[in-house]
Protein backbone atom coordinates (compact mmCIF):
# COMPACT_ATOMS: atom_id res chain seq x y z
CA UNK A 1 0.00 0.00 0.00
CA UNK A 2 1.39 3.34 -1.01
CA UNK A 3 2.50 5.83 1.63
CA UNK A 4 1.10 8.70 1.98
CA UNK A 5 1.31 12.17 4.03
CA UNK A 6 -1.47 11.81 7.41
CA UNK A 7 -4.26 13.65 5.47
CA UNK A 8 -5.97 13.59 9.35
CA UNK A 9 -2.91 15.59 10.68
CA UNK A 10 -5.31 18.78 9.47
CA UNK A 11 -6.54 18.72 12.72
CA UNK A 12 -3.85 19.90 14.39
CA UNK A 13 -3.78 22.71 16.38
CA UNK A 14 -0.09 23.60 17.41
CA UNK A 15 3.33 23.27 16.43
CA UNK A 16 5.62 20.52 16.53
CA UNK A 17 8.36 21.22 19.06
CA UNK A 18 9.96 17.71 20.18
CA UNK A 19 10.44 17.81 24.27
CA UNK A 20 14.33 17.70 25.23
CA UNK A 21 14.53 14.47 27.90
CA UNK A 22 16.65 15.51 30.92
CA UNK A 23 19.55 13.12 29.59
CA UNK A 24 19.68 15.45 26.31
CA UNK A 25 20.18 19.22 26.04
CA UNK A 26 17.38 21.72 27.70
CA UNK A 27 14.94 23.07 24.87
CA UNK A 28 15.47 26.24 23.75
CA UNK A 29 14.05 28.93 25.64
CA UNK A 30 10.92 30.05 24.84
CA UNK A 31 9.80 33.84 25.89
CA UNK A 32 6.65 35.73 25.81
CA UNK A 33 7.53 36.75 22.44
CA UNK A 34 8.74 33.86 20.86
CA UNK A 35 5.73 32.03 22.18
CA UNK A 36 3.60 34.20 20.52
CA UNK A 37 5.61 34.14 17.47
CA UNK A 38 5.44 30.44 17.50
CA UNK A 39 1.01 30.71 18.06
CA UNK A 40 1.40 32.95 14.68
CA UNK A 41 3.50 30.31 13.07
CA UNK A 42 0.97 27.37 14.11
CA UNK A 43 -2.32 29.44 12.80
CA UNK A 44 -0.13 29.51 9.44
CA UNK A 45 1.59 25.92 9.05
CA UNK A 46 0.59 23.43 6.72
CA UNK A 47 0.80 19.47 6.40
CA UNK A 48 3.55 20.26 4.60
CA UNK A 49 5.64 21.76 7.94
CA UNK A 50 4.26 19.13 10.10
CA UNK A 51 6.74 15.77 11.10
CA UNK A 52 4.56 12.66 9.57
CA UNK A 53 3.83 9.29 10.83
CA UNK A 54 5.31 6.77 8.26
CA UNK A 55 1.95 4.78 8.06
CA UNK A 56 -0.17 4.23 5.29
CA UNK A 57 -2.86 6.73 4.96
CA UNK A 58 -5.71 4.61 4.75
CA UNK A 59 -6.27 0.95 5.06
CA UNK A 60 -9.55 -1.50 5.56
CA UNK A 61 -9.92 -2.98 8.52
CA UNK A 62 -13.43 -4.11 8.34
CA UNK A 63 -14.57 -2.38 11.14
CA UNK A 64 -12.44 -4.14 13.84
CA UNK A 65 -12.23 -3.20 17.08
CA UNK A 66 -9.27 -2.40 18.91
CA UNK A 67 -10.36 -2.28 22.71
CA UNK A 68 -7.80 -0.65 25.27
CA UNK A 69 -8.19 -1.90 28.58
CA UNK A 70 -7.54 0.65 31.72
CA UNK A 71 -6.66 0.45 35.24
CA UNK A 72 -9.18 2.72 36.89
CA UNK A 73 -10.46 3.29 41.00
CA UNK A 74 -13.62 3.78 41.89
CA UNK A 75 -13.15 6.95 44.03
CA UNK A 76 -10.95 9.03 41.17
CA UNK A 77 -14.04 8.11 38.57
CA UNK A 78 -15.37 11.13 38.93
CA UNK A 79 -11.74 12.79 39.04
CA UNK A 80 -9.55 13.72 36.30
CA UNK A 81 -7.60 10.75 37.16
CA UNK A 82 -10.06 8.97 35.44
CA UNK A 83 -9.82 7.86 31.91
CA UNK A 84 -10.62 10.77 29.65
CA UNK A 85 -7.66 10.35 26.40
CA UNK A 86 -8.57 7.08 25.03
CA UNK A 87 -12.06 7.05 24.27
CA UNK A 88 -14.89 10.05 24.48
CA UNK A 89 -18.59 9.07 23.56
CA UNK A 90 -19.81 12.47 22.05
CA UNK A 91 -18.66 15.66 21.80
CA UNK A 92 -19.51 18.34 24.72
CA UNK A 93 -17.58 21.30 24.08
CA UNK A 94 -14.83 20.49 26.44
CA UNK A 95 -11.48 21.02 25.04
CA UNK A 96 -10.25 17.43 26.05
CA UNK A 97 -12.99 15.17 25.55
CA UNK A 98 -13.26 16.89 22.07
CA UNK A 99 -9.61 16.30 21.02
CA UNK A 100 -10.21 12.46 21.66
CA UNK A 101 -13.54 12.72 20.31
CA UNK A 102 -12.31 14.02 16.88
CA UNK A 103 -8.85 11.88 16.98
CA UNK A 104 -10.86 8.38 17.34
CA UNK A 105 -13.08 9.12 14.53
CA UNK A 106 -10.27 10.32 12.12
CA UNK A 107 -8.72 6.66 12.59
CA UNK A 108 -11.65 4.97 13.04
CA UNK A 109 -12.72 6.51 9.56
CA UNK A 110 -9.35 6.04 7.98
CA UNK A 111 -8.97 2.76 8.68
CA UNK A 112 -11.86 1.33 9.51
CA UNK A 113 -11.67 0.72 12.84
CA UNK A 114 -13.57 0.85 16.39
CA UNK A 115 -11.56 2.27 19.34
CA UNK A 116 -13.40 1.11 22.38
CA UNK A 117 -12.75 1.42 26.27
CA UNK A 118 -13.25 -1.16 28.96
CA UNK A 119 -11.96 -0.30 32.83
CA UNK A 120 -11.56 -2.14 35.29
CA UNK A 121 -10.07 -2.21 39.42
CA UNK A 122 -6.51 -1.69 39.06
CA UNK A 123 -6.25 -4.53 41.77
CA UNK A 124 -8.05 -7.10 39.38
CA UNK A 125 -6.09 -5.96 36.24
CA UNK A 126 -3.09 -8.85 37.06
CA UNK A 127 -5.25 -11.69 37.00
CA UNK A 128 -7.36 -10.41 33.93
CA UNK A 129 -4.27 -10.44 31.58
CA UNK A 130 -2.88 -13.78 33.01
CA UNK A 131 -6.29 -15.03 31.99
CA UNK A 132 -6.09 -14.31 28.81
CA UNK A 133 -2.29 -14.88 28.22
CA UNK A 134 -2.56 -17.97 29.21
CA UNK A 135 -5.91 -18.97 27.50
CA UNK A 136 -4.59 -17.68 24.25
CA UNK A 137 -7.23 -14.91 24.75
CA UNK A 138 -6.57 -11.78 22.50
CA UNK A 139 -9.66 -9.45 23.64
CA UNK A 140 -7.39 -7.14 25.25
CA UNK A 141 -5.42 -5.31 22.26
CA UNK A 142 -3.63 -2.48 24.43
CA UNK A 143 -3.38 -2.75 28.35
CA UNK A 144 -2.78 0.07 31.07
CA UNK A 145 -2.20 -1.24 34.21
CA UNK A 146 -1.72 1.26 36.96
CA UNK A 147 2.40 1.76 36.94
CA UNK A 148 2.23 0.66 41.44
CA UNK A 149 1.17 -2.81 39.99
CA UNK A 150 2.47 -3.01 36.62
CA UNK A 151 5.65 -3.93 38.21
CA UNK A 152 4.50 -7.65 39.28
CA UNK A 153 3.36 -7.67 35.82
CA UNK A 154 6.00 -7.34 33.52
CA UNK A 155 8.42 -10.11 34.73
CA UNK A 156 5.84 -12.23 34.11
CA UNK A 157 5.80 -12.09 29.98
CA UNK A 158 2.60 -10.80 29.41
CA UNK A 159 3.41 -7.91 26.93
CA UNK A 160 5.45 -7.40 23.45
CA UNK A 161 8.43 -5.56 23.07
CA UNK A 162 7.57 -2.33 21.91
CA UNK A 163 10.31 -1.97 19.93
CA UNK A 164 9.23 -4.61 17.63
CA UNK A 165 5.65 -3.72 17.00
CA UNK A 166 5.16 -2.96 13.47
CA UNK A 167 4.75 0.50 12.31
CA UNK A 168 5.30 2.35 15.91
CA UNK A 169 8.62 4.49 15.50
CA UNK A 170 9.71 5.25 18.94
CA UNK A 171 11.65 7.95 17.42
CA UNK A 172 9.02 10.17 16.88
CA UNK A 173 8.24 12.57 18.70
CA UNK A 174 5.21 10.99 20.10
CA UNK A 175 6.98 8.36 22.01
CA UNK A 176 8.58 9.65 24.88
CA UNK A 177 11.65 9.37 24.27
CA UNK A 178 12.93 9.14 28.62
CA UNK A 179 10.72 6.65 29.02
CA UNK A 180 11.89 4.40 26.07
CA UNK A 181 15.41 4.84 27.75
CA UNK A 182 14.91 4.09 31.13
CA UNK A 183 12.43 1.09 30.81
CA UNK A 184 14.08 -0.74 28.20
CA UNK A 185 15.98 -3.66 29.91
CA UNK A 186 18.12 -6.46 28.19
CA UNK A 187 16.75 -5.14 24.80
CA UNK A 188 13.35 -5.26 26.11
CA UNK A 189 10.85 -2.54 26.26
CA UNK A 190 7.13 -3.56 28.01
CA UNK A 191 5.46 -0.35 28.29
CA UNK A 192 6.01 3.77 26.70
CA UNK A 193 4.35 6.62 27.43
CA UNK A 194 2.70 8.73 24.44
CA UNK A 195 1.35 11.67 23.24
CA UNK A 196 -1.77 9.22 23.22
CA UNK A 197 -2.37 10.35 26.97
CA UNK A 198 -2.61 12.97 29.21
CA UNK A 199 -2.73 10.57 32.36
CA UNK A 200 0.92 10.23 32.22
CA UNK A 201 1.23 13.98 32.06
CA UNK A 202 -1.10 14.94 35.18
CA UNK A 203 1.47 12.23 37.05
CA UNK A 204 4.42 14.47 36.25
CA UNK A 205 5.52 16.45 39.40
CA UNK A 206 5.84 20.46 39.46
CA UNK A 207 5.50 23.16 41.93
CA UNK A 208 2.63 25.77 42.36
CA UNK A 209 3.33 28.75 43.83
CA UNK A 210 1.27 31.45 45.66
CA UNK A 211 1.77 34.70 43.36
CA UNK A 212 0.52 37.51 46.06
CA UNK A 213 2.79 36.08 48.79
CA UNK A 214 5.75 36.08 45.82
CA UNK A 215 4.96 39.58 45.46
CA UNK A 216 4.48 40.19 49.20
CA UNK A 217 7.65 39.26 49.87
CA UNK A 218 9.94 40.83 47.10
CA UNK A 219 10.83 37.47 45.58
CA UNK A 220 12.96 37.60 42.39
CA UNK A 221 10.96 36.50 39.16
CA UNK A 222 10.56 32.55 39.77
CA UNK A 223 10.26 32.22 35.73
CA UNK A 224 13.12 34.09 34.99
CA UNK A 225 15.20 32.10 37.79
CA UNK A 226 14.03 28.99 35.40
CA UNK A 227 15.01 30.64 32.57
CA UNK A 228 18.60 31.29 33.76
CA UNK A 229 19.14 28.24 35.41
CA UNK A 230 19.10 29.42 39.17
CA UNK A 231 15.94 27.81 40.21
CA UNK A 232 18.07 25.15 42.80
CA UNK A 233 17.20 23.53 46.21
CA UNK A 234 18.52 26.48 48.11
CA UNK A 235 16.39 28.81 46.65
CA UNK A 236 13.39 26.79 47.23
CA UNK A 237 14.57 26.78 50.96
CA UNK A 238 15.40 30.93 51.01
CA UNK A 239 12.27 31.79 49.97
CA UNK A 240 10.36 29.09 51.47
CA UNK A 241 12.08 30.63 55.35
CA UNK A 242 10.88 33.73 54.39
CA UNK A 243 7.42 33.67 53.46
CA UNK A 244 6.99 31.29 56.66
CA UNK A 245 4.76 33.39 59.12
CA UNK A 246 3.47 32.61 62.88
CA UNK A 247 -0.08 33.77 62.33
CA UNK A 248 -0.57 33.54 65.92
CA UNK A 249 2.40 34.36 67.20
CA UNK A 250 2.67 31.10 69.66
CA UNK A 251 5.62 29.56 68.63
CA UNK A 252 4.28 26.36 66.95
CA UNK A 253 3.24 26.06 63.34
CA UNK A 254 0.02 24.98 62.36
CA UNK A 255 -2.69 24.74 59.90
CA UNK A 256 -3.82 28.30 60.85
CA UNK A 257 -0.83 29.60 59.75
CA UNK A 258 1.54 29.83 56.64
CA UNK A 259 4.02 27.83 55.71
CA UNK A 260 7.12 27.76 53.40
CA UNK A 261 6.24 24.60 51.59
CA UNK A 262 3.05 22.87 51.07
CA UNK A 263 4.47 19.01 50.25
CA UNK A 264 4.00 15.50 51.49
CA UNK A 265 5.91 12.12 51.81
CA UNK A 266 6.45 12.23 47.84
CA UNK A 267 8.58 15.39 48.09
CA UNK A 268 11.69 12.82 49.25
CA UNK A 269 10.92 11.41 45.61
CA UNK A 270 10.45 14.47 43.90
CA UNK A 271 13.02 16.61 45.00
CA UNK A 272 15.76 14.15 44.29
CA UNK A 273 14.98 13.13 40.86
CA UNK A 274 14.63 17.05 40.26
CA UNK A 275 18.14 16.70 40.23
CA UNK A 276 18.71 14.39 37.38
CA UNK A 277 19.56 11.47 39.51
CA UNK A 278 17.64 7.68 39.59
CA UNK A 279 18.27 4.77 42.10
CA UNK A 280 18.43 2.75 38.99
CA UNK A 281 20.46 2.90 35.99
CA UNK A 282 21.55 0.62 32.83
CA UNK A 283 24.44 -0.62 32.49
CA UNK A 284 26.01 -1.06 28.80
CA UNK A 285 24.84 -4.69 28.72
CA UNK A 286 21.31 -3.09 29.07
CA UNK A 287 21.06 -4.32 32.55
CA UNK A 288 19.44 -2.24 34.98
CA UNK A 289 22.21 -2.02 38.06
CA UNK A 290 21.52 -0.12 41.28
CA UNK A 291 23.43 2.91 40.93
CA UNK A 292 21.92 4.88 43.80
CA UNK A 293 24.99 6.26 46.36
CA UNK A 294 27.63 8.72 44.73
CA UNK A 295 29.21 11.70 46.59
CA UNK A 296 26.41 13.94 44.48
CA UNK A 297 23.81 11.49 45.40
CA UNK A 298 23.91 11.19 48.81
CA UNK A 299 24.68 15.31 49.01
CA UNK A 300 21.14 15.48 47.05
CA UNK A 301 19.49 13.03 49.78
CA UNK A 302 20.50 15.16 52.69
CA UNK A 303 19.52 18.27 51.29
CA UNK A 304 15.73 17.22 50.77
CA UNK A 305 15.75 15.57 54.30
CA UNK A 306 16.78 18.82 55.89
CA UNK A 307 14.43 20.63 53.96
CA UNK A 308 11.38 18.30 54.45
CA UNK A 309 12.54 18.45 58.71
CA UNK A 310 12.43 22.20 58.63
CA UNK A 311 9.19 24.08 60.74
CA UNK A 312 8.43 25.76 57.62
CA UNK A 313 7.50 22.67 55.78
CA UNK A 314 4.57 21.25 56.27
CA UNK A 315 4.38 17.58 55.47
CA UNK A 316 0.33 16.69 54.74
CA UNK A 317 0.72 12.54 55.00
CA UNK A 318 1.82 13.29 59.28
CA UNK A 319 -0.98 16.29 59.74
CA UNK A 320 -4.42 14.92 61.04
CA UNK A 321 -6.29 15.52 58.10
CA UNK A 322 -4.53 13.28 55.09
CA UNK A 323 -7.14 13.52 52.27
CA UNK A 324 -5.74 15.25 49.16
CA UNK A 325 -8.39 17.19 48.82
CA UNK A 326 -8.03 18.76 52.05
CA UNK A 327 -4.38 19.22 51.36
CA UNK A 328 -5.30 21.21 48.03
CA UNK A 329 -6.99 23.44 49.65
CA UNK A 330 -4.68 24.86 52.11
CA UNK A 331 -2.59 26.23 49.26
CA UNK A 332 -5.98 27.69 47.95
CA UNK A 333 -6.55 29.03 50.90
CA UNK A 334 -3.23 30.63 51.15
CA UNK A 335 -1.84 28.64 53.92
CA UNK A 336 1.48 27.80 52.25
CA UNK A 337 3.65 29.70 49.00
CA UNK A 338 4.49 26.64 47.52
CA UNK A 339 2.81 23.83 46.72
CA UNK A 340 4.46 20.34 45.58
CA UNK A 341 1.73 18.88 43.42
CA UNK A 342 1.12 16.30 40.67
CA UNK A 343 -0.03 18.72 37.36
CA UNK A 344 -3.30 17.06 37.80
CA UNK A 345 -3.51 19.86 40.34
CA UNK A 346 -3.53 22.15 38.16
CA UNK A 347 -7.12 21.63 36.14
CA UNK A 348 -8.30 20.90 40.30
CA UNK A 349 -7.17 24.56 41.02
CA UNK A 350 -8.33 26.21 38.11
CA UNK A 351 -11.62 27.83 39.04
CA UNK A 352 -10.72 28.42 42.68
CA UNK A 353 -9.78 31.69 44.26
CA UNK A 354 -5.88 31.38 44.17
CA UNK A 355 -3.69 33.34 41.82
CA UNK A 356 -0.87 30.75 41.28
CA UNK A 357 1.90 30.05 39.03
CA UNK A 358 3.62 26.81 38.00
CA UNK A 359 7.71 26.06 38.15
CA UNK A 360 9.59 22.93 37.95
CA UNK A 361 10.67 21.28 40.88
CA UNK A 362 14.25 22.76 41.69
CA UNK A 363 17.69 21.67 40.26
CA UNK A 364 20.41 20.59 42.72
CA UNK A 365 22.70 23.47 42.02
CA UNK A 366 23.22 26.09 38.69
CA UNK A 367 25.92 23.05 37.50
CA UNK A 368 23.37 20.91 36.83
CA UNK A 369 22.19 21.49 33.25
CA UNK A 370 18.32 21.25 33.29
CA UNK A 371 15.03 20.45 35.12
CA UNK A 372 13.76 17.22 35.77
CA UNK A 373 10.37 15.92 36.51
CA UNK A 374 9.48 12.87 38.35
CA UNK A 375 6.90 11.01 37.39
CA UNK A 376 3.91 9.22 39.68
CA UNK A 377 3.58 5.56 40.15
CA UNK A 378 0.72 6.16 42.18
CA UNK A 379 -1.68 7.80 39.59
CA UNK A 380 -0.61 6.91 36.01
CA UNK A 381 -0.50 3.79 33.82
CA UNK A 382 1.80 2.96 30.46
CA UNK A 383 0.74 1.53 27.19
CA UNK A 384 1.40 -2.35 27.11
CA UNK A 385 0.50 -4.50 23.98
CA UNK A 386 -0.27 -8.26 24.88
CA UNK A 387 1.37 -11.27 23.99
CA UNK A 388 -1.59 -12.50 22.51
CA UNK A 389 -1.43 -10.68 19.67
CA UNK A 390 0.34 -11.04 16.73
CA UNK A 391 0.67 -11.12 12.77
CA UNK A 392 -2.02 -9.03 10.59
CA UNK A 393 -3.62 -7.68 14.36
CA UNK A 394 -0.52 -6.91 15.59
CA UNK A 395 0.59 -4.57 12.20
CA UNK A 396 -3.47 -3.18 12.70
CA UNK A 397 -2.73 -2.52 16.42
CA UNK A 398 0.79 -0.63 15.58
CA UNK A 399 -0.67 1.19 12.90
CA UNK A 400 -3.69 2.49 14.40
CA UNK A 401 -1.54 3.49 17.77
CA UNK A 402 1.12 5.31 16.00
CA UNK A 403 -1.71 6.94 13.95
CA UNK A 404 -3.33 8.19 17.68
CA UNK A 405 -0.02 9.20 18.97
CA UNK A 406 0.80 11.57 15.88
CA UNK A 407 -2.43 13.30 15.74
CA UNK A 408 -3.03 13.59 19.77
CA UNK A 409 0.76 15.20 19.57
CA UNK A 410 -0.25 18.18 17.43
CA UNK A 411 -3.92 18.15 18.69
CA UNK A 412 -4.66 16.34 22.28
CA UNK A 413 -1.61 17.84 23.91
CA UNK A 414 -1.97 21.22 23.23
CA UNK A 415 -5.23 21.44 24.13
CA UNK A 416 -4.71 19.55 27.62
CA UNK A 417 -1.96 22.71 27.86
CA UNK A 418 -4.43 25.23 26.70
CA UNK A 419 -7.17 24.08 28.91
CA UNK A 420 -4.88 23.24 32.25
CA UNK A 421 -4.23 27.10 31.86
CA UNK A 422 -7.08 29.06 31.57
CA UNK A 423 -7.80 30.05 35.38
CA UNK A 424 -10.48 31.63 36.94
CA UNK A 425 -8.33 34.82 37.02
CA UNK A 426 -6.24 35.00 33.66
CA UNK A 427 -4.33 32.59 31.15
CA UNK A 428 -0.24 32.21 32.73
CA UNK A 429 1.77 32.16 29.05
CA UNK A 430 4.82 32.15 31.75
CA UNK A 431 3.22 28.58 32.75
CA UNK A 432 2.98 27.62 29.46
CA UNK A 433 6.37 28.16 29.14
CA UNK A 434 7.00 26.10 32.38
CA UNK A 435 4.51 23.03 31.67
CA UNK A 436 6.84 22.44 28.23
CA UNK A 437 10.26 22.03 30.39
CA UNK A 438 7.84 19.70 33.15
CA UNK A 439 6.65 17.75 30.60
CA UNK A 440 9.61 17.77 28.09
CA UNK A 441 12.04 16.75 31.01
CA UNK A 442 10.69 13.92 32.80
CA UNK A 443 12.46 10.87 34.74
CA UNK A 444 10.71 7.50 34.96
CA UNK A 445 13.35 5.65 37.50
CA UNK A 446 12.74 2.13 37.62
CA UNK A 447 13.10 1.62 41.17
CA UNK A 448 9.71 3.55 41.80
CA UNK A 449 8.25 1.08 39.12
CA UNK A 450 9.82 -1.87 40.27
CA UNK A 451 10.60 -1.22 44.11
CA UNK A 452 13.98 -3.82 43.66
CA UNK A 453 14.10 -4.79 47.05
CA UNK A 454 11.59 -2.33 49.28
CA UNK A 455 13.84 0.23 48.59
CA UNK A 456 11.71 2.65 47.13
CA UNK A 457 10.27 2.65 50.18
CA UNK A 458 13.41 2.62 52.61
CA UNK A 459 14.24 5.95 49.89
CA UNK A 460 10.84 7.82 50.87
CA UNK A 461 11.39 6.87 54.31
CA UNK A 462 14.59 9.37 54.97
CA UNK A 463 12.35 12.18 54.61
CA UNK A 464 9.71 12.08 56.70
CA UNK A 465 12.30 10.02 59.31
CA UNK A 466 14.83 12.71 58.89
CA UNK A 467 17.07 10.30 58.31
CA UNK A 468 20.78 10.95 57.22
CA UNK A 469 22.17 7.96 57.19
CA UNK A 470 22.37 7.20 53.58
CA UNK A 471 25.40 5.46 53.26
CA UNK A 472 25.22 2.70 55.66
CA UNK A 473 21.41 2.45 54.18
CA UNK A 474 22.56 2.08 50.81
CA UNK A 475 24.99 -0.95 52.04
CA UNK A 476 22.52 -2.81 54.41
CA UNK A 477 19.96 -2.93 51.69
CA UNK A 478 22.47 -3.56 48.94
CA UNK A 479 22.29 -7.63 48.60
CA UNK A 480 18.35 -7.11 48.53
CA UNK A 481 17.83 -4.92 45.89
CA UNK A 482 20.83 -6.59 43.62
CA UNK A 483 19.01 -9.67 44.35
CA UNK A 484 15.82 -8.36 43.19
CA UNK A 485 17.40 -6.91 39.77
CA UNK A 486 18.84 -10.06 39.14
CA UNK A 487 15.46 -11.89 39.18
CA UNK A 488 13.67 -9.43 37.10
CA UNK A 489 16.89 -9.88 34.16
CA UNK A 490 16.34 -13.73 34.38
CA UNK A 491 12.72 -13.49 33.98
CA UNK A 492 13.48 -10.83 30.94
CA UNK A 493 15.98 -13.02 29.62
CA UNK A 494 13.40 -16.23 29.36
CA UNK A 495 11.48 -14.37 27.45
Same mark, same amino acid.
Given at each position: ???????????????????????????????????????????????????????????????????????????????????????? %???? $????? +?? =? /?? @???????? &????????????????????? %???? $????? +?? =? /?? @???????? &??????????????????????????????????????????????????????????????????????????????????????????????????VMTESD??????????????????????????????????????????????????????????????????????????????????????????????????????????????????????????????????????EKLEEI?????????????????????????TKHSRD???????????????????????????????????????????????????????????????????
Open positions: MKKRRFLAILLAMLLAVPFAGCSQAPAEEVTADTAAAVETEAETETEETRLMPDIPDTADYGGDEILFLHWMLEEWEPTVRASRDIYA %ADLT $GEAIN +DS =V /YN @RNLTVETN &YNVKIALEKMQLTQIDSAVNK %AVTA $GDDTY +DV =V /YP @RLYEAAAM &YPKGYFINLLDVPYIDLEKPWWDANSVESLTVMGKLPAVATSINVNDKDATVGLAFNKEYADAHNLPDLYEMVREGKWTMDKLSEFSELAANDLDGDGIYGFLGGNDVMDALFRGTGSTLVTRNNDGEYVFSYGTERDIDATNKVVKLMNETWFFNHHLASNKDDIYYRQLFESGRGLFFWMRLDEVTNMREGEADFGIIPVPKLDEAQDTYCSMVSQHTTGLMSIPKTQGGGLVLEAMAALSHYDLIPAYIESSLKAESAEMLDIIIGNRIFDPMLIYNFGDFANDFMAFGYKNNTSVASTIETSRSKVESAIQKLADSMSKE
